[in-house]
Structure formats: structure tokens, C-alpha cells
């Protein structure tokens, strides 16, 4: 095989251009001409996204300000509407927001529709419980389906009155109407197909709606969208952004890249303007056993080096073995930030948030938190809310108190809708309005002033003072002998949320889980809120998407990751697919071999320039000879070591 088959060919950079003229040319009210662009790594989907923004604002800007419509841009996380948003510089004919908020946004003030929402979800919902419970033993699983059928119960009572209802992006749920962020996406994909007058309201209000990661939009709300196209034709133009090889989220549309509506126009971006040939070419190899897309380097692109160090498992003290990997970059190289471990150019990817915390000191709160698949989910999802609740808003709390900010401590608190700084409580205290408010801060300082106290103790504090709302979840784990009929219904509401087909694996594993992680040291969540802010070469595989480095070193240790979801010793051969895997493959299912596949392309085109992947295996020679076989490597890239 030719060396010229590992390094991707080369275009101009303008190569891509006939994509945004044809987006351009669907950018006409009454085109009927919605479309789904598909765009690979490194290829500008935020570049056409932009061009797409800037066109829109040139045709119709003066229009839609005196018509009051607008551009919908949705995205999937807080962190890429913020970018949009700085892009776009504010230009109020642009409404940016999460696919959750625009969701939200759509079924605000339905509130005697919600309401029969819930009372038709609901029975079901409680028959699956009961039947669990029926079914299951008395234990701590059999005590949680106990109390859920109680406040599922009581809901069905809550809801035979009228109410309205509120949406809260923190998920925290303080408020007892509170929906979560899976009810906003079932009931806004429900109205849009059932309700045409939400559908004349939306395309009224949007003639032009873009969704950006598409790939991982709610699968049943993309659905909606497609629907919403075919009802109203003339009236809205759909754009689809988004690349199905990083579909990284389990709520996403599997078969959007391989099935489509047949008159959507489909538009497909072939460069990578990011990486150097050399990566550009695995890329390419990777997707050839999926959807064989190929892209091309821009010209004058370097060839950039590949790697890959193989390890067998077992091998101790990772931390300076992965030090001499990335001396040895260094070396072949040439670049000697290999070494520099502050550079903000190189990365470290990690396929666990576990491996993370052992290298960053946080292992104890996440070895605990692990046991429950669920919750690793929602973390890597960026969506626990009990975990985000100690990093977000306990931890920056705690260090506000014991250094005395006054202006920051009462900023959080008013931010976190603190229970202490409600009307009733300042009315009732008009002498000292906040007098309840600083000695409970006091009281917290004492807990928190002390380097070894567990979150236990932090949790029992807020709650034994009501300084801050607890999220539900919690509640379990402190005394509340005079729960607000508030806190009640909230937790009645939360209970919906959180039971899924599998009830007793959710209750068992995941009041398990924190019952174990509250004893361990909180100051843990200092390290974590570190990590998850990205100050440190640490990212998780799945975290990088959109992210680009010079340099990246991808660690892939089944073992100590000990996850499910994801298996890089099945997919590089070293390993047998399970009969149970085997099974869903032959029937057209997704399994962990796909999902490793789309991860193993989502790190490899982080790295604009020099890329190492370094393999923790039980077989290195199966390893080698497979990475070989794949094409995925030379001979010569592949070091033993």
C-alpha cells in the first residue's frame, strides 16, 4: 500500500465555498427549501453557521425589527449559545438558545395542556412502578419505589386543580412547578405535532430557525422539526448543522445521516481546514467503515505525525509513564511544549471522568459516585444536577465564607434563589431582614472552615438552616422535619422525572452511589470544579467535541475506566464482541463498537498537528496487528512500550 494512503490529498481552502452559496440560496421566506448540512471536523459548520447569520441579518434585519420576528439559532449546551451570542454581537433579530430553552419557550403559558400532559403520563408511569414494586424485595430499592408511588399519588391530586408551571435551567427544581429537562423536550415534541396553533405561532414568530449539533438533538424534537417543515412549507426555513460521526449524546437522531426527509436539500462540507494531512487521513480511514465521507487537508498542510504506544495492562505509576510518552513526542516531534504541562495547547484526553480524578484528586468522590451508570451519564452529559448543585453553587458559597466576600456570598445567594432571602422571611424579620441569612452563613463557615469536612456535613448544614434549596435527589440524606409544602410538591414533581423503564436499577444505584460519596472529604469538589472548567491538560473524550489543540495525547484504558458504554479493546480486536452485543449488531442495532468508533474519530481530529494515542491493552499484538489491518497505522508509527 502506497505511503500516500495515510495522508489525506489536498484543495484550496475555498474549496467548500459552493456550500455556503447553496445555503445562501435557501435563505428566502417561501423557499421551501430546508436543508441539513453535514460538516466533519476542522471543516467551518460555525463559519457557515456565521455566514449563513450574516446573509439573514443583511436581507432582513430592518424588517423583522419593525415585524418583531426573528432568527431562531439553537444549540445544544450553554457554552455554544454564549459563543453564538458573541459572534452574532447581541443583534436582537438573532434569539440564541439551548435546544431546552427554545423548547420551553414554545410551551410556556400551555399550562391547562400541560397539566392533562401530566395526568395522561403519569398512570403509566405509576403502573411501572407499582409492578417493580410488586415484583421486587424489601430494601432501600423497594423503600424509593415506595415513596415514589406515594408522591406520584399525591401529584395526581396537585394535578386535579389548575396550575401553571415554570421551566428551571438549573434543574435544580426549587420551585414546585418546576419542569425538567426531559419533560420540556417529550411535551414540546407532543404540542408541535398535536397543536397547530403552536406551530403558526412558532413559524410566525421564526421564519428561519438553524439548529447547530444536530447530530445530538433530541431525536423526537428533531422529528418535530421535519414535521413542522412539511405542515408549514411557505412559511419556515429549517437548517440542520451537524456531523453524525460526533454524535456523542444518547438522545440524538442515529439514522439522520443515513435517512432523511427526500426533499431536504443536503449539503456536505469536504475540508478540514484544521489538521495536518497525516491526521486528516485517519479521520478519513475511521469513517470508512461507517459512512466513508472523506475529507481533504487544505493546501500547503504539513503531514503532522500520528502515534501509538502500547501498553500492557497491569503497568504501575500511569503518571510517569505518560510522562515519558509525551518525552517521546517531544523527540519525534521536534516540539519540546510536548513537556509543558500548562500549555493550553496540548490535551490530555481521558475516557473517564474516573481516570481524571485519580490524576487530579478526586478520586474518592468519583469511585463512589461510579456505581451508578446513570449518574455517569448525566455527568458526562454536563447534567447532574446534585454534582453541579456542590461545584456551581456550594463550593464558590464555601469559598466566599471563609474568606469574608460579603458582596459575593450574598450575589450566590440571590442568584440560588436562597429560601432565607424570600419575601416572606425578610417581611417576617423587618428589624435585622437578613439577620436568619447571617447566622446561617456563620454556621456554614464553622462546617466549611474545617479542610477535612465531608459533604455530609455540608449538606446537613444548608439544609438544617435553609440557606440554599436542596436539590430532590438529596433530600434523602438530611433531616427535614418541617418540609415545605413547597419543597413536597416539588419533590412530587422531580419524582416524575426521575423514574424511567428501569426504576429499581435508578433507585437502588443512585441513592447508593451518594450515600457513599457524601462521606467522602469535600473539598474533593475544589479539584473537580478544576477539572470540569478546564484548568488543567485534563478533558474526557466525549468533553473535546469542538475543541481543537496542537497536540493531543489520547489515553484509552478500558480497565480503569470501567465503563459500558464505550470499548476500545473490542474495537481495536483485542476483545470479542459479547453474544449479547454480537446480537444487537446483527440486528442493525447500535452498539459500544459504534459508539467507540464515533469516539475514536471525535479525539483523533482534535489534534491540529501531532496526535498520540496511547492504548492500554491485554493483547498488545492483537492490538498492533489490528491497527495495522484497519490502516489505522504504519508500521513504524506503532511503539511498544
Not at 475540508?271 to 459512512?291: C, F, K, P, T
Request: aromatic fraction near 10%.
Amino acid at each position: 500500500m502506497s505511503e500516500d494512503f495515510y495522508l489525506a490529498d489536498t484543495k484550496p481552502f475555498d474549496h467548500d465555498s459552493s456550500v455556503d452559496a447553496g445555503i445562501r440560496d435557501c435563505l428566502r421566506i417561501g423557499s421551501g427549501k430546508s436543508f441539513i448540512t453535514f460538516a466533519g471536523a476542522g471543516s467551518g459548520k460555525t463559519y457557515s453557521l456565521k455566514e449563513a447569520i450574516d446573509f439573514l441579518k443583511a436581507q432582513y434585519s430592518d424588517d423583522f425589527s419593525r415585524q418583531g420576528k426573528q432568527i431562531a439559532i439553537v444549540t445544544f449546551t450553554n457554552n455554544a449559545a454564549d459563543e453564538i451570542k458573541d459572534r452574532i454581537e447581541q443583534n436582537p433579530i438573532f434569539a440564541v438558545s439551548t435546544i431546552h430553552s427554545f423548547c420551553w419557550s414554545a410551551i410556556a403559558g400551555f399550562n391547562e395542556d400541560i397539566r392533562k400532559w401530566y395526568l395522561e403520563t403519569i398512570p403509566s408511569v405509576l403502573d411501572k412502578v407499582q409492578d417493580e414494586q410488586n415484583r421486587g424485595r424489601a430494601g432501600k430499592a423497594s423503600d424509593a419505589r415506595e415513596r415514589t408511588i406515594i408522591r406520584l399519588n399525591a401529584k395526581l391530586d396537585w394535578l386535579s386543580e389548575s396550575r401553571s408551571f415554570i421551566y428551571d435551567p438549573n434543574g435544580v427544581n426549587s420551585s414546585q412547578n418546576a419542569l425538567s429537562h426531559a419533560d420540556v423536550l417529550k411535551i414540546f415534541s407532543n404540542f408541535l405535532a398535536t397543536k397547530p396553533m403552536m406551530a403558526e405561532v412558532i413559524v410566525n414568530k421564526f421564519p428561519f430557525i438553524f439548529i447547530d449539533e444536530s447530530q445530538d438533538a433530541n431525536k423526537d424534537v428533531v422529528s418535530a422539526f421535519f414535521d413542522l417543515k412539511d405542515a408549514k412549507l411557505d412559511k419556515v426555513v429549517i437548517g440542520l448543522f451537524g456531523d453524525t460521526m460526533q454524535r456523542i449524546f444518547g438522545g440524538g437522531e442515529p439514522e439522520l445521516g443515513k435517512t432523511k426527509p427526500s426533499d431536504w436539500t443536503t449539503f456536505a462540507k469536504k475540508m478540514n481546514h484544521r489538521s495536518a494531512r497525516r491526521i486528516v487521513g485517519l479521520g478519513n480511514q475511521i469513517r470508512s467503515e461507517d459512512d466513508k465521507r472523506k475529507q481533504f487537508a487544505r493546501d500547503g498542510a504539513t503531514e503532522g505525525y500520528v502515534r501509538y504506544f502500547l501498553l500492557q495492562h497491569g503497568v504501575s505509576d500511569k503518571d510517569k509513564v505518560e510522562a515519558k510518552i509525551r518525552d517521546a513526542m517531544a523527540k519525534i516531534t521536534g516540539d519540546d511544549d510536548w513537556t509543558d504541562t500548562k500549555s493550553k495547547e496540548t490535551a490530555i484526553l481521558l475516557l473517564e471522568h474516573k481516570m481524571a480524578g485519580r490524576r487530579l484528586g478526586f478520586d474518592a468522590l468519583w469511585d463512589r459516585l461510579s456505581k451508578s451508570n446513570k449518574i455517569k451519564d448525566r455527568i458526562s452529559e454536563g447534567g447532574n444536577t446534585e454534582l453541579n448543585f456542590f461545584s456551581d453553587i456550594v463550593f464558590p458559597l464555601a469559598e466566599a465564607s471563609r474568606k469574608e466576600r460579603r458582596a459575593e456570598l450574598m450575589s450566590i445567594l440571590r442568584e440560588s434563589k436562597s429560601p432565607l432571602l424570600e419575601t416572606s422571611v425578610l417581611e417576617a424579620n423587618k428589624e435585622d431582614p437578613l439577620a436568619l441569612a447571617r447566622a446561617a452563613e456563620h454556621a456554614f463557615r464553622d462546617v466549611v472552615s474545617n479542610d477535612k469536612v465531608s459533604f455530609s456535613e455540608v449538606l446537613e448544614v444548608l439544609a438544617d438552616h435553609k440557606l440554599l434549596r436542596i436539590p430532590v435527589k438529596l433530600h434523602s440524606f438530611v433531616a427535614a422535619p418541617e418540609e415545605s409544602e413547597a419543597d413536597l410538591e416539588s419533590e412530587q414533581i422531580e419524582a416524575i422525572q426521575q423514574v424511567e423503564a428501569e426504576p429499581e436499577e435508578q433507585d437502588k444505584s443512585e441513592i447508593a452511589a451518594w450515600s457513599e460519596a457524601l462521606e467522602t472529604n469535600f473539598f474533593q469538589i475544589r479539584n473537580y470544579k478544576n477539572y470540569i472548567d478546564e484548568n488543567s491538560m485534563f478533558r474526557t473524550h466525549q468533553g473535546v467535541k469542538g475543541n481543537e489543540f496542537e497536540r493531543v495525547m489520547v489515553v484509552m484504558d478500558d480497565d480503569e475506566a470501567g465503563g459500558f458504554l464505550f470499548s476500545y479493546e473490542q474495537y481495536f480486536g483485542a476483545k470479542a464482541l459479547s453474544p449479547a452485543s454480537q446480537k444487537k449488531r446483527d440486528a442493525g442495532e447500535e452498539t459500544g463498537l459504534e459508539r467507540t468508533r464515533r469516539l475514536f474519530y471525535v479525539t483523533s481530529t482534535r489534534a491540529k498537528n501531532s496526535l498520540a494515542h496511547v492504548i492500554y491493552t491485554s493483547d498488545v499484538n492483537k492490538v498492533k496487528k489490528n491497527l495495522i489491518e484497519k490502516k489505522f497505522a504504519r508500521e513504524d508509527e506503532i511503539i511498544e512500550f
